[in-house]
């Protein structure tokens, strides 16, 4: 009898063992590896879109210029993307894209939208040194000439993005990176490149320490609808 409920008990335990073993194994399995995007609408004449990624719709609300979705998860891999005017299944953008595993990217619909396209650059959002903040600039306006963007302080000018001109995406790949600065409060002001001449301030701008950014210039220069402006993303 002993021997009996002993070989009983061995089994059980075998088979408890044996699906604690396929329960992890196919909860190891359906770990997905997963990127995360965030996608800008940038394009200053294009209406309100529609974002679906592998022909599933992710936004709730159509994405408006110039506003952007926040980071989406998606799967790792190579993801169909396509930017349909609101409502429709008309897609203004439509591109497979390469997301690698736990990285991070932006997506920008630019230019007019005659024109319009799409850029992709990889957002490093590792954490700034203690009291820096990190900033990056993009020129999105079509239509305007290249740009100095630069710290303003009483008269003194101090560049920081120098002689941009609108973007590509050999430029954005190349413009990507994240730049430290000090944290603080900072006038920024924009001048048509080689020149003294400003098109754009920003005043009061507050880069807290810790915190990502990301400025890109937009709309369209004399324009009354969308006229050229900034726009500043938190990354983090």
């Known amino acids: 009898m002993k021997r009996t409920t002993f070989a009983l008990a061995s089994a059980a335990m075998l088979l408890l063992s044996s699906a604690a073993f396929v329960s992890c194994k196919k909860e190891k399995n359906e770990t997905k590896d997963e990127a995360r995007v965030l996608v800008t609408h940038a394009s200053p004449d294009a209406p309100g879109v529609d974002l679906l990624v592998d022909n ?28 349909n005017a609101a409502g429709t299944s008309t897609s203004v953008i439509n591109a497979d894209i390469p997301f690698v595993k736990d990285k991070n990217y932006t997506v920008f619909a630019i230019n007019r939208v005659a024109s319009i396209g799409a850029i992709l650059v990889e957002d490093n959002l590792a954490a700034p040194a ?74 009061g701008i507050n880069l807290q320490a810790g915190k990502i950014y990301t400025v890109f210039a937009r709309g369209i220069v004399g324009n009354t609808t969308t006229p050229l402006g900034a726009t500043i993303i938190a990354n983090n």
């Open 130 to 203: 203690s009291g820096k903040a990190h900033i990056r600039f993009f020129h999105l306006s079509p239509g305007a000439p290249a740009v100095t963007v630069g710290v303003l302080a009483g008269t003194t000018f101090t560049p920081v993005f120098s002689n941009r001109s609108f973007e590509t995406q050999v430029t954005a790949t190349a413009n990507q990176a994240f730049a430290p600065v000090d944290a603080g409060t900072y006038t920024f002001d924009v001048r048509v490149a080689g020149t003294t001449t400003s098109v754009l301030t920003l005043t």
């Open 56 to 83: 599933q719709k992710v936004n709730s609300a159509a994405l408006t210029f110039p506003n952007n979705t926040g980071y989406l998860t998606v799967n790792a891999g190579s993801r169909n993307i396509k930017v």
